[in-house]
């Protein structure tokens, strides 16, 4: 008998319950975040900390935290979210766990509405995603369940050595449909890009291994992405460094801080 698969389904059909109750409620309005962590047994102290903490980011925010001992998780619903502000969040409960040593392995967010209620089988998917990092792998993931891109997304492979604002990007991207390939330095995302060959790339100037400036010259260089765009996301913002971005080819640049709104309007405007 695989214990593994009754396990996993007993927890589906908890999480069903739960985020069907949550969207049931006024308290979610038209939607419901949810979060899963692998986690070191926790106590109730543990739990309300985490909840604290969140809140003092967000103090409207509802937060239901538990621990369910059977399947060593952090199970954490968040009545009246999106997807992506539970993706958001997810990095502070991310942090939080890593400090007090409680992350054992990897966590996933999805997210459910009214138009997109939950279902048994979205979240027995979810769960089996989750359960199937392999170990000490402390990524998280994101299900967006019909969201999900489909075979004839455009591909935008985007370099950057900040990895919360890879996960950010990635869900924020993946849900208009696009297939996002995050890479942190320069080597990694030029041998990404010479596999995948991409639609779009977007870097940083700054990157290890190979500098963003070599990035774009190699990409532009190169007869095997004649039709890439190359958008340059940076904080370096003197004058000299933009020119020679659009010297090497750039298609656009975008200066850190930025509004995640104009990115996504440039990458629309660079793909139509």
């Given at each position: 008998m695989n214990t593994s698969v009754l396990t996993r389904s007993g927890l589906s059909r908890m999480l069903f319950e739960r985020v069907r109750q949550s969207l049931q409620s006024?308290?979610?309005g038209n939607g419901c975040g949810l979060l899963l962590a692998n986690v070191q047994p926790m106590e109730g102290i543990q739990l309300d900390r985490l909840?604290?903490?969140?809140?003092?980011e967000s103090p409207k925010l509802t937060a239901i935290a538990s621990y369910e001992a059977d399947d060593h998780a952090l199970v954490m619903l968040?009545?009246?979210q999106t997807l992506a502000f539970t993706h958001f969040l997810s990095l502070s409960v991310k942090a939080y766990l890593q400090d007090a040593e409680l992350l054992a392995g990897r966590?996933?967010?999805?997210g459910f509405t009214e138009d997109e209620p939950a279902s048994e089988q979205a979240l027995d998917a979810f769960v089996t995603r989750w359960s199937e990092a392999s170990d000490g792998d402390q990524d998280i993931a994101v299900f967006a369940g019909r969201q999900a891109a489909s075979p004839e997304a455009p591909t935008v492979v985007m370099?950057?050595?900040n990895k919360d604002l890879l996960d950010f990007m990635n869900v924020r991207l993946g849900m208009q449909g696009y297939d996002v390939r995050p890479a942190q330095d320069g080597i990694e995302g030029l041998h990404l890009i010479e596999s995948v060959r991409p639609d779009l790339?977007?870097?940083e100037l700054k990157l290890p291994a190979l500098d963003g400036y070599q990035l774009i010259d190699r990409i532009r260089q190169s007869r095997k992405h004649p039709g890439c765009k190359v958008v340059v996301l940076t904080d370096l913002g003197v004058e000299r460094d933009i020119c020679q971005c659009f010297e090497l080819g750039a298609s656009d640049v975008i200066k850190k801080p930025?509004?995640?709104r104009?990115?996504?309007a440039r990458i629309r405007r660079l793909l139509a």
């Open positions: 006024s308290a979610a909840e604290k903490r969140l809140r003092l968040l009545p009246g966590m996933a967010v999805t370099i950057d050595s790339v977007i870097t930025f509004s995640p104009e990115l996504e």
